[in-house]
């Protein structure tokens, strides 16, 4: 599975931005998907992840009640809405795809492949 982030850029706090995150092949529907971010001189940290269905989600608290994770099985594409972005926000945010049946998993070991990430950088 290759994945490919896009919808990063410039916003302003309080801003909202959208990412989406495109895979090739046609077993998108079997991972369960997940977002990841890293700040500078931090380490990758977990923000969301979404089951193979959809049905089930689970977000670091950080960004719980801002950001949205949802996918597009037919269009092999996840995304993750984000609004209220605050400055602490800003990373390099990740999508990565994970094999672990119907179930979600925040742990970053259990994911398979990455994309090569998207800047979002939330300042004024």
């Known amino acids: 599975v290759q994945l490919v982030e896009s919808g990063g850029g410039l916003v302003q706090p309080g801003g909202s931005l959208r990412l989406s995150c495109a895979a090739s092949?046609?077993?998108?529907?079997?991972?369960?998907m997940g977002w990841f971010r890293q700040a500078p001189g931090k380490e990758r940290e977990f923000v969301a992840t979404?089951?193979?269905?959809?049905?089930?989600?689970y977000y670091a608290d950080s960004v719980k009640g801002r950001f949205t994770i949802s996918r597009d099985n037919a269009k092999n594409t996840v995304y993750l809405q984000m609004s209220s972005l605050k400055p602490e926000d800003t990373a390099v945010y990740y999508c990565?795809?994970?094999?672990?049946?119907?179930?979600?998993?925040?742990?970053?070991?259990?994911?398979?492949?990455w994309g090569q990430g998207t800047q979002v950088t939330v300042s004024s």
């Open positions: 990565a795809a994970a094999s672990v049946g119907t179930a979600i998993t925040s742990h970053f070991s259990l994911y398979d492949y």
């Open positions: 092949g046609r077993t998108f529907s079997s991972y369960c």
């Open positions: 979404i089951s193979r269905s959809g049905s089930s989600t």
